[in-house]
């Protein structure tokens, strides 16, 4: 099963999906698995691999960039080297021409993530982060974001977050999803809009059509393997279509992980490994 969902153990494998996928019409932005790592050399390590990651995107021209979890770039170790391992990815993703999005983990990252993302692209550029349509905060995350013109990925949100801090019910998560993404897309910078739900994708597209918004001013982004169906389908229609490849060998802990913060991502999974 998680061969689906995952771009192979190493390198080589990504790099190959990688070029599959971009033969398909489709962009791709990778992610290295490996969060919440314990030693600055751990962190080192990773940061290593998404440097040659940059290097060989570069050399085989691939229409991809780069996704990081601050805590596997050494956050929970030590700020001070989180934030010299990131930048140095940054600033290499700067002279490539390319871009590093910093991933939103749980709620208890929030702010932190947050200023590193405005710290570096006030001296790079090259930088965006995700905003989670389920906190209460995000909208105020999504003014001043697009105040700085950071590009921004919107998403729902996968982690369990408690009632003090986010949104319970779907109906509300997808009202206030909606809502940030018509900020994002009236005036955000190059924003992608991260859903595989139908609804949410549909009213992007009547929002963007309504307003003048080109299909070229924002683009769709998906998790490999989920809905293949929709991705080609936005793909054939002119939009841009991201899809976020992890690759690693820790994708067991990741999957575990994310089926134990939040039972309701095995429906999510099982329901997706049988459509096309």
Not at 128 to 143: C, F, K, N
Not at 177 to 194: D, N, T
């Amino acid at each position: 099963m998680a061969s689906r969902f995952i771009a192979g153990t190493d390198l080589a494998g990504a790099l190959e999906a990688g070029r599959r996928i971009n033969r398909q019409g489709l962009a791709v932005t990778f992610a290295y698995l490996g969060e919440h790592c314990a030693s600055t050399p751990e962190a080192a390590a990773s940061r290593e691999v998404y440097l040659e990651l940059l290097e060989e995107i570069a050399r085989q021209g691939l229409d991809a960039n780069v996704s990081i979890k601050p805590t596997q770039f050494g956050m929970d170790v030590s700020e001070t080297e989180c934030r010299a391992n990131v930048e140095q990815l940054v600033r290499r993703a700067a002279t490539l021409d390319n871009f590093v999005r910093l991933d939103m983990e749980s709620s208890a990252y929030t702010d932190r993530t947050l200023a590193l993302t405005t710290e570096l692209h006030a001296r790079y550029g090259s930088v965006g982060t995700v905003i989670q349509a389920y906190l209460y905060r995000s909208r105020e995350d999504v003014e001043r974001l697009c105040e700085g013109g950071i590009r921004v990925r919107l998403c729902k949100g996968a982690y369990l977050e408690p009632p003090e801090v986010a949104f319970r019910r779907k109906a509300e998560v997808d009202r206030n999803f909606l809502e940030l993404m018509r900020m994002l897309v009236a005036r955000g910078a190059y924003p992608a809009i991260a859903t595989h739900d139908e609804k949410m994708i549909a009213g992007t597209r009547e929002f963007a059509a309504a307003n003048g918004v080109p299909s070229d001013a924002f683009e769709f982004q998906m998790l490999y393997g989920i809905r293949r169906d929709l991705q080609r389908k936005l793909a054939a229609e002119g939009y841009k279509v991201r899809l976020y490849v992890p690759f690693g060998r820790a994708w067991y802990p990741y999957f575990m992980r994310r089926l134990a913060e939040r039972p309701a991502n095995l429906l999510f999974l099982l329901r997706n490994l049988w459509r096309g």
